[in-house]
């Protein structure tokens, strides 16, 4: 049974870190191209950052320089630290493994063919 387990959320003032971690059992990041998204209080799911196994990364303009996602295949968990957090951060936070290569539109927490694989989602709450 493929399962990936989040940790890392919590509340923070603004200017705060967070590093959210993502690990998974029974499936191999190595092998998928990995994300981030965020549900955030309109409920709209949105592209976070992205994080493959040569390391290359792609990222939202909105976090672009603050935040910045890896992984680590040794360990199989892919991770999101967050710098300078702003109240606009705030929101449920889910990695998932995907075969795309591209960001595209998709509904946080819903397996799809191009995103079969979730986190359970972990709260971000970023106070000002």
């Known amino acids: 049974e493929v399962q990936l387990v989040e940790s890392g959320g919590g509340s923070v003032q603004a200017g705060g870190s967070l590093r959210l971690s993502c690990t998974a059992s029974?499936?191999?990041?190595?092998?998928?191209?990995n994300y981030w998204y965020r549900q955030g209080p309109g409920d709209k799911c949105d592209f976070v950052s992205r994080?493959?196994?040569?390391?290359?990364?792609y990222y939202a303009d909105s976090v672009k320089g603050r935040f910045t996602t890896s992984q680590d295949n040794a360990k199989n968990t892919v991770y999101l630290q967050m710098n300078n957090l702003k109240p606009e951060d705030t929101a449920v936070y889910y990695c998932v493994a995907s075969i795309l290569w591209t960001p595209r539109q998709t509904q946080c927490g819903v397996r799809t063919y191009d995103f079969p694989y979730w986190g359970q989602g972990t709260r971000v709450t970023v106070s000002s």
């Open positions: 994080v493959s196994n040569g390391g290359n990364t």
């Open positions: 029974g499936f191999s990041f190595a092998t998928s191209v």
